[in-house]
């Protein structure tokens, strides 16, 4: 009992236990400081370790009873798989492609009939104008056939109306209009309104003889038919008639 005591009470202060276990801090001794670490081992073990976890968990995901029969017919189904896919993505595209070449000839096509629809109403609308300006034309040209300046005021007015009519017919020559040159030509319904026939021996049947209003043209459309009177052969009794 006496040996008991004496080992309690020569043990250090600073080992004493419960303080220890009430702390949970153990001191550093100096034999575990002057202890070296190979740090780059451990490192190394710790990587060794990570390996032969992954390769424990890529032995468990892969099935060890498969067969090399299993696996090339789940490769054969799986690339059949995929060509299909493929074959389907081809037809859309051959579709989206067709579609596409489509659309862009319906697109040329109504661009074509768009741009001609404007040119004919464009044509139209100037043949339309024209044709009431011709009116105007026809009254200087009766002016000028039937008044006959008697002193020199109304020459100077006749010169300057006359002026104005050249003018006119100037700017008809610009946007492309040309009068019919009738007479003497053979009778065209498409050009010409026959308002008079007359027997007669000196032109041939169906020849144009005296153009009383002038016909025009723009390019190869008719804005104005000429009206004329048509020459048609003589009668045998009015020939005989005529003789005696």
Do not use: W
């Not at 020569?10 to 670490?37: H, T």
């Not at 032969?52 to 059949?80: H, K, L, Y």
Request: aromatic share 6%; proline share 4%.
């Amino acid at each position: 009992m006496m040996d008991a005591d004496n080992n309690e009470n020569q043990q250090p202060a600073g080992e004493n236990p419960e303080k220890e276990s009430s702390d949970g801090i153990e001191e550093l001794r100096a034999e575990d400081a002057a202890a070296d670490i190979d740090f780059e081992q451990a490192f190394d073990s710790a990587e060794s370790d990570a390996a032969t976890a992954e390769a424990s968990v890529d032995d468990a995901s892969m099935p060890d009873d498969i067969s090399a029969e299993d696996a090339f017919a789940a490769e054969a189904s799986a690339r059949v798989t995929l060509q299909g896919q493929v074959s389907d993505l081809q037809a859309q595209l051959e579709d989206r492609t067709g579609q596409f070449t489509r659309l862009n000839a319906d697109f040329d096509n109504f661009r074509k009939r768009t741009a001609k629809q404007q040119e004919e109403l464009e044509a139209k609308v100037k043949c339309n104008t024209i044709s009431a300006l011709l009116e105007v034309v026809d009254n200087f040209e009766r002016a000028r056939s039937q008044i006959k300046p008697q002193n020199e005021g109304e020459m100077v007015i006749h010169k300057s109306y006359q002026g104005v009519y050249k003018q006119l017919v100037d700017t008809f020559k610009k946007l492309g209009v040309s009068p019919m040159r009738s007479e003497g030509q053979e009778f065209d319904p498409n050009l010409h309104e026959a308002v008079m026939r007359e027997p007669t021996d000196q032109y041939p049947e169906g020849a144009v003889i005296e153009e009383f209003v002038r016909g025009y043209v723009l390019g190869e459309r008719v804005l104005r038919h000429a009206m004329v009177k048509v020459a048609t052969p003589l009668d045998a009794s009015s020939g005989s008639n005529e003789a005696s």
